[in-house]
């Protein structure tokens, strides 16, 4: 099956500096890749649709300055938290829509970040 | 918020009873999606079933989907130690190019 990559897995930062993730789809083109966030015991909520070639789309009450999103290639994307603070520690997880269709979704393994 | 609801929030059984998860959700669906996530781990699939269809199967899983409420349930059946985790509703919208949108989930805890 198709796989989708993050680099890095886990990350410990100090507050205000810049963090920066990566998803790549390692054997499939994706146009359309999906950031999501989760916190501790809860559900994954949707921050922003990354297309290849253009401006990422951000979910409401997302800060799109401070979640700077790249979508390069079409199996790369990057998503950098700025100035990072202790309330952006969180789960990120990225997902790629392959060539299959669009219902098929391919998640990678998450990076967890912490903000000191 | 478009996050579906999930009951119950946390469930736990004995090895070898049967769970139960149920989801509802709001909009349209292409397609609905359960995904089981084992604490501090990345998510796995575990099964699809479109909106035309009511049931499918995947050894001990079953899911069961009525478009007309709205509404989703997993079935674990002879559930083990190590299906205890987390489970999620995805809901695909009927929309090309659109994200999943994730249920609030159950944690699911199976003693042996």
């Known amino acids: 099956g198709a796989v989708v990559s993050q680099h890095p897995s886990w990350v410990i930062c100090k507050s205000g500096t810049s963090v920066k993730i990566e998803c790549r789809s390692l054997?499939?083109?994706?146009?359309?890749m999906f950031w999501y966030r989760q916190f501790p015991k809860q559900s994954l909520m949707l921050m922003a649709t990354?297309?290849?070639?253009?401006?990422?789309?951000?979910e409401q009450g997302v800060e799109k300055d401070k979640f700077l999103i790249n979508h390069a290639s079409l199996t790369l994307s990057t998503l950098t938290v700025t100035s990072a603070h202790p309330e952006d520690s969180s789960f990120y997880i990225c997902?790629?829509?392959?060539?299959?269709?669009?219902?098929?979704?391919?998640f990678g393994p998450g990076t967890r970040l912490l903000v000191l | 918020s478009q996050q579906g609801e999930e009951d119950p929030q946390a469930l736990s059984i004995q090895e070898g009873e049967n769970a139960t998860m149920n989801c509802s959700y709001k909009?349209?669906?292409?397609?609905l999606q359960w995904y089981r996530q084992n604490s501090g781990r990345g998510l796995v699939h575990l099964i699809l079933?479109?909106?035309?269809?009511r049931e499918k199967h995947s050894g001990r899983l079953r899911v069961t989907l009525d478009t007309s409420k709205k509404s989703s349930s997993l079935l674990i059946t002879a559930s083990r130690a190590a299906d205890t985790a987390s489970y999620f509703c995805?809901?695909?919208?009927?929309?090309?190019?659109?994200?999943?949108?994730f249920g609030k989930g159950t944690t699911l805890s199976v003693s042996s």
């Open positions: 079933i479109r909106s035309n269809e």
């Open positions: 909009t349209s669906i292409n397609n």
């Open positions: 995805a809901t695909h919208p009927n929309q090309a190019g659109t994200a999943l949108i």
């Open positions: 997902s790629a829509g392959g060539m299959g269709g669009q219902e098929t979704q391919y």
């Open positions: 054997d499939f083109q994706a146009t359309t």
């Open positions: 990354s297309n290849e070639g253009s401006k990422a789309t951000y």
